[in-house]
Every structure is written in C-alpha cells, then in structure tokens.
C-alpha cells in the first residue's frame, strides 16, 4: 500500500484527530491536529527557531504562510497582525480544514486556508514566513519558491527556516543566483541545526546578493 505523506493534497492515512496545547505569539492556546500533517504533536524545531528568529509581521497588508500545515505560522501571523489579511497556503486538504477550525475556535477571522491556486493572482505579500517541504525534492522546492518570492511587494521580506543538514546553504546560494536583480539573500539567524534566512525584494535597481558568514 502506498504510504502518503504530509504534502499529499488527500492524504489517507488515519485522520486520528487530536487536541494539544502550544504557545504562540506568546499566547497558550489549544489547537486541533490529526495524523498525515506535519509535525501533528506539537510546534515542531524548524518552526520555533522561525517564529522566535523573526520580526513582528506588517501591521497590514497581505502575509502568507507557505505549507502552512494545521497553521502555528499563521496562527502566530494573525493574532499579531490582526488588521492584516493572512494567507495559509498549503495542498494537504486535510492541513487546511484544520487551519480553518482553528481559527474559528480562537476567533481569529483574517485567515485564509486555501490552496496554492486559490491565492488571487494580484495578490502581493508583505512578508512571507515559510518552513518550507524540504522533502518533496529539489526541484518541487525550487519550484514553489520560483512561485512565490516574486509576489513579494518591493521592500518586503521572505523568511524561511531550512535544516542546515538538509541544504540550508546551498539553498541560500540557489536563492541568490536565481533571484539576481532586485532581491538579496542573507542567513539572519541560526539555532538548533536551522537556518533562518532572509530574501528581501529591493526592486528592480539592486544586484542581488549573498551573505555567509
């Protein structure tokens, strides 16, 4: 039997939904998991190092959370910025009926949990938090990135928390030979074997450029 994983768009392993307690934005709530999403037990490592390594988001604007799962990123995204408009991207279907019953259970209405497909195509982002599926492979992941980092408004970021194990610098250097006009890469912070880094969309008159320590 072919095993699914948690970026299968249908996942059908047990659901075996489950209630466990976690802080975000320095918050104790208690959310809703289930089995065939990432990291169903609690915020997992990547995550945290992400969420304790960046920035207060915009204040308002459009924010998205890439491969969202059942939503700690984006959790985090709205109860700190709750003028904005927050976009929980993700194509496990499972992942997103989560994100939803979450944020109605904490009363949080400027979420949005849809596929990749159901982000309007004039939608800009004023930051981008991701943890991204390093697992689906290379090429799906440069793929997704090539998608997304564009839609970036001038002067915004994107922050992504990759295991340095898992290619976390030459990610780094993908990011800053395939973004080279306007954008530049750098490692903002490192913790727990992740990197953080920063791709920050300058516009259209600055060299991209890369920083390792």
Sequence with gaps: MASDHYFSASPVSPENQRRIRVTLAGREVEVATAGG????????AGTGVLLANTPPPPPGGHLLDLGCGWGPIAISLAMQSPHATVWAVDVNERALDLVRRNCDALSLSNVNAVTPDGVPDDVEFRSIRSNPPIRVGKNELHGLLERWIPR???RSDAWLVVQRNLGSDSLQRWIAATFDSGYSV?????GRGFRVLKVR???TTMTGAIELP
């Design 37 to 44: 999403v990432f990291s169903p037990d609690h915020v997992d």
């Design 152 to 154: 970036l408004s001038e």
């Design 186 to 190: 750098h490692r903002a912070a490192t």
């Design 201 to 203: 969309k300058h516009g």
